[in-house]
Nanobody, 123 residues
Framework: VQLVESGGGLVQAGGSLRLSCVAP????????VGWFRQAPGTERDLVAA????????YYADSVQGPFTISKDNGKNTAYLQMNSLKPEDTAVYYC?????????????????WGQGTQVTVSS
């Protein structure tokens, strides 16, 4: 199952972007979703995660507050709303879906991934 991200781009510091993640080949909605990011020369890190129902969420300390993760099960789509963006948020952002319904912070529990979308924040 290939996930498809969209919504990345170039934005000035302080601006906003909303990333979308569609799972066209995935049936049902009972899966957790995570958003990860990877900047050049760094490891891929978890930014935010959400359980299948959208009621339980996790945020990395660096994005707590300005970023919001959500999930629309009717559309099989997850979102990452990013506000007050900073240059250090520049990275390729990936969405991933888990084999589990409960929220997880462990990359090994995500089995379907998207190709990534570039987010660049200029100062």
């Amino acid at each position: 199952v290939q996930l498809v991200e969209s919504g990345g781009g170039l934005v000035q510091a302080g601006g906003s972007l909303r990333l979308s993640c569609v799972a066209p080949g995935r049936t049902g909605s009972n899966y957790a979703v995570g958003w990860f990011r990877q900047a050049p020369g760094t490891e891929r890190d978890l930014v935010a995660a959400i359980d299948w129902s959208g009621t339980t969420t996790y945020y990395a300390d660096s994005v707590q507050g300005p970023f919001t993760i959500s999930k629309d099960n009717g559309k099989n789509t997850a979102y990452l709303q990013m506000n007050s963006l900073k240059p250090e948020d520049t990275a390729v952002y990936y969405c991933a879906s888990s084999w589990a319904a409960t929220m997880t912070i462990h990359q090994r529990e995500y089995n379907y991934w998207g190709q990534g979308t570039q987010v660049t924040v200029s100062s």
